[in-house]
């Protein structure tokens, strides 16, 4: 999973400095009942648009029952998820749901499967035909990361998926369930300029044939990508901003020499070296899904950019990004849906301390911290309190927000006691921080009425507040400035 992604993109972006902006035969078809063909449809017609799911690992001490589990992934808008294995209990809890599913066959299986056809037979009947289509099980992810983590097992991988393959075509099952398997972004040699990019070519073997799976079954490409470690293996050559979505100058734009395209952050820089990866090899029909991405909130002393900021803004970003469907510089037509890693910090994970640090939320379901996702639908709204804010815009000039502002404690009536100098909110001594400060106080007290978080413009209502300082109210009565850290 995320330890051993990305051993080989020491020289990621590096020509970036160089070039500065200024320039399978087919089973007889056993029919349907109505019902279930509609739920087929719906299914199939949901899972074409872009979307944002999580990965769930379990190596979690206190992980919630699979009822449970399932409740919480309803309460926070979650529709994707993706197992790492096919644990039957979730997915007879999942039945109904509605919440699309990606079950997966460890790497210890792959013997087994790829080997007997009446093995993976049933295995298909055990885990994908006993539940499906009350639990919508969308794809079977073969392995994980099997070229860079066993690759003793890389011969065993096709005739896996082969072999699973034809047990869905004989379950009839084929055109609903997608297979492929999860790489490593390693798997993919001088990423940057993405034009350039190649898949490692002691993988010939086993990567064409993939790929003509894929492209002979409407299989995506999944990929793991992980901007954190692109920028932990070259920081001083690959700018924070660009790991984490952060708006860029103009100047920390990465340009392709060869494309023009500019590109203002990692991720899409990493999709679209495995597109121009594939074109390589005459291959241009199959898309990627981008099934592990995430940035963990706590490190070790070696890890210090893993921390509880980088992680919200990185994952914050990613789903507006997605959201956005603005795809990539080479294809702009076709967003990559994003499988977030991970739901819950695996602390029982071994060393380096970021392992254990990669989830949203505690193994109990309280949130590590609270993601920035207003204007996303309510997707994540992890602030399960239900609770709205209003507070400053991003990219809002100084003097436009002061004028806000003071209109906000003068005939608006906020209460900006507390964001005097001294006081407990006047820290961080922003006009930004106190703006959101008076903007919520005006929008609670104002019993959060349309129109009350305007402030010609400069104001947002969201689920969570981005500064450190909330102004509560219970009712109409006041209860203060409370401090909190996540």
């Not at 792959?110 to 639990?135: C, D, H, M, Q």
């Not at 794809?139 to 890389?154: R, Y």
């Not at 901003?241 to 991720?267: I, Q």
């Not at 209109?407 to 209460?415: D, F």
Request: charged share 15%.
């Amino acid at each position: 999973m995320a330890a051993s992604k990305l051993t080989l993109l020491t020289i990621f972006f590096f020509i970036a400095i160089l070039f500065p902006i200024s320039q399978a035969k087919s089973s007889p078809v056993v029919p349907l009942g109505f019902t279930e063909i509609k739920q087929q449809q719906k299914a199939q017609e949901q899972d074409t648009q872009p979307f944002v799911g999580v990965n769930i690992g379990t190596d979690v001490s206190n992980l919630l029952s699979p009822s449970a589990l399932v409740s919480f992934l309803q309460v926070q808008k979650i529709t994707h998820v993706r197992l790492y294995d096919a644990d039957s209990d979730l997915l007879k809890a999942l039945s109904l749901t509605k919440i699309r599913v990606i079950i997966s066959v460890p790497n210890n299986q792959l013997l087994a499967i790829g080997s007997s056809n009446t093995t993976a037979a049933a295995w298909v009947g055990r885990n994908v035909a006993a539940f499906y289509p009350e639990t919508l099980i969308s794809a079977i992810a073969v392995g994980d990361e099997v070229l860079t983590t066993v690759p003793s097992s890389a011969p065993l991988l096709l005739p896996a998926i082969e072999s699973l393959y034809s047990a869905l075509v004989a379950a009839n099952l084929h055109t609903q369930v997608k297979i492929s398997t999860p790489h490593s972004a390693s798997i993919i040699l001088d990423p940057f300029p993405p034009s350039q990019a190649f898949f490692n070519q002691s993988w010939s073997s086993v990567i064409l044939p993939l790929l003509q799976f894929h492209s002979r079954t409407g299989s995506p490409l999944m990929m793991n990508l992980y901007p954190y470690y692109v920028f932990m293996q070259n920081k001083g050559v690959v700018p924070l901003e660009n790991s984490l979505f952060k708006p860029l100058t103009p100047s920390k734009e990465m340009v392709d020499p060869n494309t023009l395209l500019h590109y203002t952050n990692v991720l899409d820089a990493l999709i679209d070296a495995a597109y121009f990866s594939m074109k390589n090899l005459n291959v241009t029909n199959v898309p990627i899904l981008v099934t592990e991405s995430g940035w963990p909130s706590k490190g070790d002393s070696k890890e210090p950019y893993a921390t509880i900021d980088n992680a919200d803004t990185y994952n914050s970003n990613l789903i507006k990004h997605v959201l956005d469907r603005s795809g990539t510089p080479f294809h702009p037509e076709m967003t990559s849906s994003v499988y977030i890693y991970e739901l819950f910090n695996e602390d029982l994970r071994s060393p380096p301390v970021s392992e254990a640090n990669w989830g949203l939320f505690y193994g109990n379901s309280t949130p590590v911290y609270l993601l920035h996702v207003s204007g996303s639908g309510t997707f994540l709204a992890n602030d399960t309190t239900n609770q709205t804010y209003c507070v400053a815009m991003d990219g809002v000039d100084s003097k436009t927000l002061q004028a806000a502002l003071d209109w906000a404690c003068g005939p608006g009536r906020a209460n900006c006691s507390e964001i005097q100098p001294g006081e407990d909110c006047y820290q961080p001594n922003t006009v930004k921080s106190h703006a959101s400060y008076a903007f919520d106080s005006y929008y609670q007290n104002g019993g959060k009425v349309a129109g009350s978080c305007d402030f010609k413009g400069v104001a947002m209502i969201t689920t969570t507040d981005p500064s450190k300082c909330l102004y509560y109210i219970l009712g109409f009565e006041e209860v203060g400035c409370f401090h909190f850290r996540l």
